[in-house]
């Protein structure tokens, strides 16, 4: 099962502290993330104020136990600059995420039920 954490728009969302951890082991997992899907475009920051600082269009799959969780690459962002703070569950799956190009990930994903996810990037 996916579940989607951390695309954002301009409505309430959850903020506060984001253990600095958690905000390094994501922007190190998205030196280069597994994409096992084409994106269609990029997407700009829409709770920037005037213009997106930021954009972006790759996916994180962090796997979890029996989830996987997909994140927007703009995720860094939203939790560097609008303080969003992710659920607890997802923090603890980033920081026990292996890199996303080895067999422990690829193993993880195949217990947290990604086999499709697999199946996609051929």
């Known amino acids: 099962m996916l579940r989607s954490v951390g695309w954002l728009g301009a409505d309430a969302f959850p903020t506060g502290s984001t253990d600095e951890a958690v905000y390094r082991r994501l922007v190190a997992l998205l030196v280069d993330p597994f994409q096992p899907t084409a ?9 920037c ?9 790759n996916n994180l799959f962090v796997p979890g136990t029996s989830i996987i969780y997909v994140c927007t690459e703009l995720i860094v962002h939203y939790v560097n600059a609008h303080r969003y703070a992710p659920p607890t ?5 980033v920081v026990t995420c292996p890199d996303t190009r080895s067999m422990e990930y690829k193993q993880k994903l195949l217990a947290a039920g990604g086999r499709i996810l697999l199946n996609w990037a051929g």
């Not at 104020?49 to 269009?57: I, K, N």
């Open 49 to 57: 104020q005037f213009e997106p600082a930021s954009r972006g269009s």
């Open 89 to 93: 569950e997802f923090c603890t799956a």
């Open 39 to 47: 994106a269609a475009g990029f997407h700009g920051c829409s709770v």
